[in-house]
């Protein structure tokens, strides 16, 4: 019960760490930025989660060591942001935007956060031990691992041009189709007598898997105006986070009804196809409002209705998406 307190603290703890630093970073930049600056960030974040999964092979996991050398690195973390001068974004005064809003507002790039948390307890949490099914050590689970976030670490930067190009839908769509295709391959990986293949696979994994986040946030920011991002950014990151309790609820249930550990990577397919399916459909059928940037700095009793899918173009036949300018302001006339 205190170590459920304490995860329980520290998740709270991070989760308003990220919304203040993504949230600064989407406020900073320009639409045609955001994918790009998100992957710098991430570039960063999992570059540490791959120098931290090879610490395993240097330091026992079992000791106190892990625990006093991650509050070092937290505490050091404080001093960036006190020995150089930052302005922090201009915020606009706005309402605030419930959960739900937000979906409404973009339900594919909420779901994506969804998604995405699924996915990555789902590593965290079961891959380690699907390692030590197939027979890996400590040392090599801790490599198989690295893979996983240095493919996540090498990848970003090339969905996310492809993002901001105008083709951020079919990127999405296109990391879904890979997670589910790496997801299906994993389960082979590991029968050959290399095990260069298996970490092989696993890098092409988290490559795919990990770009979700950044993409799926970007396009859900796209879509609100600029005095909104925080709200935003707070509600993906709550989606990413109810994903994140739920794949662990859901991951033992596969893993039972399967018969083996590979249960995971067959929910992963699962989870993968039904959201790009479920983009696919909303794309095509859901209905588009439009809310123009004058409109969304007007006070709450004047703005349009948020809890309406807001979008700031028009679905289109292809995948091409181009901006569009939106329809007139009804208002100004």
């Known amino acids: 019960f205190y170590w459920a307190i304490l995860r329980l603290l520290g998740g709270i703890c991070t989760a308003g760490v ?15 930025k955001k994918g790009q600056v998100l992957a710098l960030y991430l570039l960063s974040f999992y570059g540490a989660l791959f120098l931290g999964q090879l610490l395993f092979q240097l330091i026992d ?22 020995l150089i001068p930052t302005l922090p974004p201009n915020l606009e005064s706005s309402s605030p935007l419930s959960p739900m809003q937000i979906f409404y507002t973009s339900p594919f790039g909420f779901l994506g956060g969804m998604v995405s948390g699924m996915l990555l307890a789902i590593i965290y949490g079961f891959v380690p031990i699907y ?5 890996l050590s400590t040392p090599e689970i801790g490599l198989l691992m690295g893979m996983i976030i240095s493919g996540g670490l090498l990848l970003q930067i090339p ?8 083709y951020r839908t079919l990127a999405i769509h296109i990391a879904c189709l890979a997670t589910a295709i790496f997801s ?19 890098g092409f994994l988290g490559g795919s898997a990990f770009t979700i986040y950044p993409l799926s946030m970007a396009y859900l920011c ?12 707070g509600g993906f990151v709550f989606s ?8 662990p609820i859901f991951t033992p249930i596969a893993i039972h009804y399967s018969g083996e550990h590979a249960g995971l990577f067959y929910l992963m397919i699962l989870i993968t196809t039904l959201y ?26 004047d703005s349009e209705d948020l809890s309406k899918n807001v979008c700031l173009e028009t679905p289109k036949t292809n995948y091409k998406e181009t901006p569009r300018s939106p329809p007139p302001d009804s208002h100004a006339n």
């Open 18 to 32: 990220l919304i203040v630093i993504e949230s600064w970073l989407l406020m900073t930049y320009p639409s045609g």
């Open 61 to 82: 996991p079992y000791s106190m060591v892990p625990f006093i050398l991650g509050s070092l690195l937290s505490l050091i973390s404080l001093i960036p942001l006190y």
């Open 131 to 135: 390692g030590q099914e197939i027979g």
């Open 159 to 166: 969905f996310s041009r492809m993002g901001d190009a105008g």
């Open 184 to 202: 299906f391959t994993f389960l082979f990986s590991h029968h050959t007598e290399s095990r260069i293949w298996l970490y092989a696979n696993a």
């Open 222 to 233: 796209d879509q609100l105006p600029s005095n909104k991002i925080v709200e935003g950014t």
């Open 240 to 247: 990413y986070g109810t994903g994140a309790v739920l794949g």
């Open 276 to 301: 790009s399916s479920i983009g696919l459909t909303i794309r095509y059928f859901y209905p588009i409002t439009y809310i123009t940037r004058a409109n969304a700095k007007k006070g709450p009793e």
